[in-house]
């Protein structure tokens, strides 16, 4: 390779980079992208006029950036990150589902319908029918135990609706 392609290939290479961190956030591309320019530009001046010795400084420009300055960028640029509560136990309790098949307290036979899916269920109570609205309580291995929706009235019974995404 003839080196006046090298140097256009650091200069290129280190601009797409820059570029590429615009797709890929995270500081690497941008000081991978930086030390190609840097070393693209001591190539144009007369420094490193070896192939060899330029991909070294790229490669020790490149590593220096990325552990020396990525920290103080995360400190100061910080991401935008959110957490939820992953207890899904938690979040079910005291929503309201639906009996797909007739629910019975002595057995595990009866099924609801609750975000979406069908899940395994039985009554604190008596017998349920399909079709009735029901309360999740509590959840047994992996069979939700719920009790028969009282009344018609929901604001006196101090119940959630589903969220819907």
Request: zero cysteines; proline letters at 4%; a negative charge.
């Amino acid at each position: 390779m003839e080196p006046e392609n090298l140097t256009w290939l650091f200069l290129i290479g280190g601009t797409l980079m820059m570029l590429a961190e615009l797709a890929l956030p995270g500081g690497v591309a941008f000081f991978l992208g930086v030390s190609g320019v840097t070393v693209g530009l001591l190539r144009l001046v007369g420094f490193l006029s070896e192939p060899v010795s330029a991909t070294a400084a790229w490669l020790l420009i490149s590593v220096g950036l990325t552990i020396a300055i990525r920290p103080f960028i995360k400190k100061y640029f910080k991401s935008e990150t959110s957490y939820k509560i992953a207890d899904e136990d938690y979040e079910a309790m005291d929503q309201i589902a639906v009996v797909t098949e007739d629910l019975s307290d002595n057995d595990n036979s009866g099924r609801i319908r609750f975000g979406g899916a069908t899940w395994q269920a039985r009554s604190m109570d008596g017998r349920v029918e399909a079709g009735k609205e029901v309360v999740i309580r509590y959840r047994e291995n992996t069979t939700w135990v719920v009790e028969p929706v009282q009344g018609s009235d929901p604001i006196n019974q101090k119940l959630k609706k589903p969220e819907r995404n």
